[in-house]
């Protein structure tokens, strides 16, 4: 069974700083993309960024130049370091991956349960 579980979210000032890691575990052959979503209130979810096993990166326009997403592929780790945090950022943030099980081959896209960011004005 494969999970991927946040840490990190919560309650910062305007202008503030957060990072949110997640991590993967379970049967892992090998995890392709690696991203982060949020879904605000009343909103879908929608791409904050991801990054490919090689290091490519991708940003939603709204956070480029203020979140930076890496991962460690020894770890099977995903993190985002959020700096000059809005309250327009504040959202339900998701972890997801799409991950080789390692028992069955096949390629599945996963989520985690989500960790909440709070941003005050």
């Known amino acids: 069974q494969v999970q991927l579980v946040e840490s990190g979210g919560g309650l910062v000032q305007a202008g503030g700083s957060l990072r949110l890691s997640c991590r993967a575990s379970?049967?892992?052959?090998?995890?392709?993309?690696m991203g982060w979503y949020r879904r605000a209130p009343g909103n879908g979810r929608d791409l904050v960024a991801n990054i490919t096993r090689s290091g490519n990166t991708n940003y939603a326009d709204s956070v480029k130049g203020r979140f930076t997403i890496s991962r460690d592929n020894a770890k099977n780790t995903v993190d985002l370091q959020m700096n000059t945090l809005k309250p327009e950022d504040t959202a339900v943030y998701y972890c997801?991956?799409?991950?080789?099980?390692?028992?069955?081959?096949?390629?599945?896209?996963?989520w985690g349960h989500g960790t909440q960011v709070t941003v005050s004005s």
């Open positions: 997801n991956a799409d991950i080789q099980n390692a028992d069955t081959v096949w390629t599945r896209n996963y």
């Open positions: 379970g049967s892992i052959f090998v995890i392709n993309t």
